[in-house]
């Protein structure tokens, strides 16, 4: 059952994510990236990872894509005001695009997340996260939180100027 699951999930994230790039309207292609996310969110379900399912549906369904939406249409985009891109730079992203995909495939051909969570079946799940994060890495987590912190109060002193 999970196999279909799978397959589904790769086929609704692969097809938004062309629909993204070959999308003439920017609204729908923010619009199909959600959708793309929502269904990365899935494969992290099936990996056994609800935190950071959770955490990915919030993060970037929820923020990243409401201020990309608000910036879209902050901007209101023309096509006619648009300039014309020069066929060295179309050629230029299409090889990086390839680059980018051959190191992709080559990467995952050799992944083994399957038989991680085969061998420990929690590996994923939010209270072992909690254990670890808070027992083991306890002075770490401490520590980044002081230096969000103190990020947020610069910020805050910048913009008093």
């Known amino acids: 059952m999970t196999h279909y699951a799978f397959y589904f999930l790769s086929f609704l994230a692969i097809l938004s994510a062309l629909m993204v790039v070959f999308s003439k309207n920017p609204i729908h292609s923010v619009l199909y990236l959600v959708l793309t996310f929502f269904a990365i969110a899935g494969h992290y379900l099936l990996l056994n990872a609800q935190f950071l399912a959770v955490v990915h549906i919030v993060v970037y369904a929820g923020a990243i894509m409401v201020l990309f939406l608000y910036v ?32 992709l495939v080559a990467t995952f051909s050799k992944a083994e997340t399957q038989a991680l969570v085969q061998k ?23 520590i980044s939180s002081i230096l969000l912190l103190s990020a947020m109060v610069g910020a805050i002193m910048l913009s008093k100027k």
């Open 72 to 103: 879209l249409m902050l901007l209101n985009l023309n096509v006619d005001a648009e300039p014309k891109n020069k066929t060295w730079v179309k050629v230029a992203g299409v090889l990086s695009g390839g680059m980018l995909m051959l190191t």
């Open 120 to 142: 420990d079946p929690s590996i994923g799940l939010t209270a072992n996260l909690g254990q670890i994060l808070f027992n083991d890495f306890a002075l770490p987590f401490e």
